[in-house]
């Protein structure tokens, strides 16, 4: 069991108020931070796409690059986490990603954007959230008690969600007035904002007491283990591992399909994409009160279901008025997405031992978000041979294994995960 670092107050010992402003503190830097990102989602894209005319394929490096980050530290970053001061890396982490977008619409003033630095910058700034968000997993359950991490989980999903919902639909609209590159500006702003209030966070317990002389190898190892050995655990990142191929997939192909496909204009796509965060909201808003009616494992077996008839919605969308049908493809499958990660995340926060929660966190991000990076390629690979359309509709199919593994393995027999 981690205890605090000397000087440092623990969870336990720190008052419930203070415990609360904390959480407070917490959630309106990754709300600033979140804005930001809904609208670099839009943005950033549309840049490729609008100003340097790119293809499919092309985008989905952008979405792969930014996310492939993963694959790259997913496993160390469990262990920097677990290692360096908690507070004082997610600031470090926000000034990287705010540098490093910064340099998109730097470039394009000067006339020197390229897909290249695109990609370049997708990269960055995705090894820079990989460290950011092991770490934020790992904060919360130091600032509430294990009673709230459901309806703390919800809350900063249904955050998450509203800000998915609005910022596309303000990037669109920045894209319109203000060119792709030049709406990448509050993205940077927002991470400046997010780094302020983060460094006002209290100092919680530091994970790394007397594992300093491990080897990094050996602590990975450890984390892997514990999640391929765990009966809930190991099927629930496997079902991650297929959602978010799926995901990456719709990231690299929406853009275009909405735009070249449908004949979307600009902001349109952007509200189009922010019915995303509309399904996401609703989800998190309800996953309290499903998971009481139908049990933990239920609602997870549930949500899974209903993931591929959403993306097949979305596939068989079409121009002016039947461009609803996206919409509510779209929403639908955020909702049934964020069921399953409200639940499984609240599940690994309670069930996993302190001083395993950062290698945890890492591994099961690292073998499911390491599936964006090639559901995006493969999208586009699809698109390229096949039409965008086609490949949509692959990716509906695809969708299928999500529900199969949860309904083959021992959960489809739980009404509670143990």
């Not at 190991?234 to 399909?257: E, Q, S």
Request: charge should be positive; glycine fraction near 10%; hydrophobic fraction near 55%.
């Amino acid at each position: 069991m981690a205890t605090a670092v000397e000087g440092q107050e623990t969870t336990a010992e720190r008052p419930p108020r203070r415990r609360v402003g904390a959480f407070w503190r917490y959630w309106t830097a990754s709300t600033v931070s979140g804005v930001g990102d809904a609208v670099t989602a839009v943005a950033l894209p549309l840049v490729a796409v609008l100003t340097l005319h790119a293809s499919a394929l092309q985008v989905s490096l952008i979405t792969a690059a930014s996310y492939v980050a993963w694959l790259l530290i997913g496993l160390p970053a469990g262990v920097l986490v677990h290692r360096l001061p908690l507070r004082g890396t997610q600031v470090a982490m926000d000034l990287l990603r705010a540098v490093a977008v910064a340099s998109v619409p730097l470039s394009a003033a000067l006339g020197a954007l390229g897909l290249p630095q695109l990609i370049v910058v997708a990269l960055v700034v995705g090894l820079a959230s990989v460290v950011f968000d092991v770490g934020n997993s790992t904060f919360l359950p130091s600032i509430v008690s294990k009673d709230e991490l459901t309806s703390r989980n919800s809350l900063t999903s249904g955050t998450r969600a509203a800000t998915q919902l609005g910022g596309p639909s303000v990037g669109g609209v920045l894209v319109q007035l203000l060119g792709a590159a030049a709406s990448i500006v509050v993205d940077a702003v927002s991470y400046l904002a997010s780094a302020a209030v983060l460094s006002t966070l209290p100092r919680v317990e530091h994970p790394a007491s007397g594992d300093a002389r491990r080897g990094m190898g050996e602590m990975i190892r450890e984390g892997w283990r514990y999640v391929t050995r765990h009966p809930v655990i190991g099927p629930c990142a496997a079902d991650a591992t297929a959602v978010n191929f799926v995901c990456g997939g719709l990231m690299a192909l929406t853009p275009v399909f909405l735009v070249r496909t449908l004949g979307a204009p600009p902001a349109l796509v952007g509200l189009l994409i922010a019915t995303e965060g509309l399904g996401a909201l609703v989800g998190a808003a309800l996953t309290p009160r499903i998971v009481s009616l139908l049990g933990n494992a239920r609602a997870l077996r549930w949500a899974a279901f209903g993931a591929p008839l959403f993306v097949a919605l979305m596939a068989a969308s079409g121009h002016s008025a039947l461009l609803v049908v996206f919409a509510v493809g779209n929403a639908g499958f955020a909702g049934s997405v964020v069921v399953t990660s409200i639940v499984t995340r609240t599940y690994r926060q309670t069930a996993t031992p302190p001083e395993l929660l950062p290698r945890v966190m890492a591994t099961v991000r690292f073998v499911s978000w390491g599936a964006i990076p090639f559901g995006a390629l493969a999208a586009g690979g699809a698109a390229t041979l096949w039409g965008t359309r086609t490949a949509f509709a692959l990716m509906g199919v695809l969708a299928a294994v999500s529900p199969a593994i949860l309904w083959a393995g021992p959960i489809r027999r739980m009404r509670e995960l143990p």
